[in-house]
């Protein structure tokens, strides 16, 4: 278990997932470490309403939405300093070139890999206010 997983408590996470079985499960996990989870959201559109109303630590962005790709919804996070973390069943080299170096989880993970690789993003990230 890594040392940042305390970090985690009270951070709010926006969850964007289209997949009701795998939303729930993710925001269970993340309810579980103590996180404040924003969403989750199923669309673009929905995810870039909750950018606007909440503040938000950072993300957790599954690639492939009902309504198109996630990229809108990165290219938003990345503009306000928001870190995030690509969840996808897609390899590396299907994401958007511009995210070719964001962390990445492909599908199906585990909720130790899921739970570090949230604890990292946030490592240099100050609270949302």
Known sequence: MMQGR???????????????????????LLAEVGCVVIGPAGTTESAL???????????????????GQVYPVADTLAARGVPFVFVTA?????????????????????????????ALILETKPRAA
């Open 49 to 67: 309403t909750l950018i606007e109303q909440q503040a938000i630590d950072c993300a957790v962005l599954d690639v492939k939405l009902l309504d």
């Open 6 to 28: 305390a970090s985690l408590e009270g951070r709010r996470v926006l969850v964007v997932e289209d997949e009701a079985v795998e939303a729930l499960m993710l925001e269970d």
């Open 90 to 118: 897609y390899g590396a080299d299907a994401l958007a070139s511009r995210y070719a170096e964001a962390p990445r989880i492909e599908k199906v993970y585990d909720r130790d890999e899921l739970l570090d690789a949230v």
